[in-house]
């Protein structure tokens, strides 16, 4: 059973940074690419960007685009999602979800809400 | 606003049929796969129909997808009170080289 567990959330204040994790298991996690997808309270899904299996490839959300960075240690099965200048427009529940290949989001984890906040 | 448009909600009595519609442009639906996702308040988003039209192990065949030309489409038949959910098309625009989501479409079986 594929599992994907995102960790690191909270309650940040305004500019502020915070790291968020997540870790995956039962599958080759180095062969398939990783995506972060958010959704503010009562909004739909807004994708933040995405690190290929390897890590050569990056793309983020223009939204988003200076602030939020994406990295990945094959070795420990995780991907990082590092968020800078946090505002309270980047409040939401941020998931990671694995990529089938065609930018098809196969399992998702259950999601750890940021909230930024003074 | 979301580049790719779905309708805020549809609705349906148990049994019936419903499609819910996604449209967007020929850099996105137009050139690339569109994946479908169902989501209950207070969850993750599931996966339900890849590549256009197939689904994954466990999708029951009441869900379908189909795609033409910049527009893409989720049936689903049999309506049944535990299909209320929110459902969200989604695909790659390769002009922005970014992944993007409809705004979603709240099913209700009447």
């Known amino acids: 059973q594929v599992h994907l567990v995102e960790s690191g959330g909270g309650v940040v204040q305004p500019g502020r940074s915070l790291r968020l994790s997540c870790v995956a298991s039962?599958?080759?996690?180095?062969?398939?690419?990783v995506h972060w997808v958010r959704q503010a309270p009562g909004k739909g899904l807004e994708w933040v960007g995405v690190i290929s299996d390897d890590g050569s490839n990056i793309y983020i959300a223009d939204s988003v685009k200076g602030r939020f960075t994406i990295s990945r240690d094959n070795s420990k099965n995780r991907v990082y999602l590092q968020m800078n200048g946090l505002t309270a427009e980047d409040t939401a529940v941020y998931y990671c979800?694995?990529?089938?290949?065609?930018?098809?989001?196969?399992?998702w984890g259950q999601g750890t809400l940021v909230t930024v906040s003074s | 606003q979301s580049v790719l448009t779905q309708p805020p909600s549809v609705s349906a009595a148990p049994g019936q049929k419903v499609t819910i519609s996604c449209s967007g442009r020929?850099?996105?639906?137009?050139?690339?796969?569109v994946s479908w996702y169902q989501q209950f308040p207070g969850t993750a988003p599931k996966l339900l129909i890849y590549?256009?039209?197939k689904r994954p192990s466990g999708i029951p065949d009441r869900f379908s997808g189909s795609k033409s030309g910049t527009s893409a489409t989720l049936g689903i038949t049999g309506l049944q009170t535990g299909d209320e959910a929110d459902y969200y098309c989604g695909t790659w625009d390769t002009s922005l080289s970014a992944m993007l989501f409809g705004g979603g479409t709240r099913l209700t079986v009447l």
């Open positions: 979800a694995k990529d089938m290949g065609y930018a098809e989001l196969e399992y």
């Open positions: 590549e256009n039209n």
């Open positions: 020929m850099s996105n639906i137009g050139n690339n796969y």
């Open positions: 039962e599958f080759i996690f180095r062969n398939y690419g």
